[in-house]
């Protein structure tokens, strides 16, 4: 079983900013993607930024530019530094990875999700 638990967020006012955590724990025997999603209310979960397999980085649209996404491997923990937040961005934002657990005699492959961390701006 791996988990993940986001911390961070909260309530901040129009432009300023937010460092959200994702820190991964259990028999994890390594990360191969790990990214942030959000759902605001009535609206499906969308990507906000993302390390993928390959290496690279992905960010919304809507962020590019404010955001920025980072990883701590050593401490298989992940970051979102938001700035410049504006209304449209307040959502609930959960942490994703994927990888493989368990020892190397018997990886298994997973996918989990945080609980999530509610992010409000509003004046």
């Known amino acids: 079983q791996v988990q993940l638990v986001e911390s961070g967020g909260g309530l901040v006012q129009p432009g300023g900013s937010l460092r959200l955590s994702c820190a991964a724990s259990?028999?994890?025997?390594?990360?191969?993607?790990m990214g942030w999603y959000r759902q605001a209310p009535g609206k499906e979960r969308e990507l906000v930024a993302a390390?993928?397999?390959?290496?690279?980085?992905n960010y919304a649209d809507s962020v590019k530019g404010r955001f920025t996404i980072s990883r701590d491997v050593a401490k298989n923990t992940l970051y979102l530094q938001m700035n410049s937040l504006k209304p449209e961005d307040t959502a609930v934002y959960y942490c994703?990875?994927?990888?493989?657990?368990?020892?190397?005699?018997?990886?298994?492959?997973?996918?989990?999700w945080g609980q999530g961390t509610y992010v409000a701006v509003s004046s």
């Open positions: 994703n990875a994927e990888g493989y657990s368990g020892g190397i005699w018997n990886l298994k492959s997973f996918d989990s």
């Open positions: 390390f993928t397999s390959g290496g690279s980085t």
């Open positions: 259990g028999s994890i025997y390594g990360i191969t993607a």
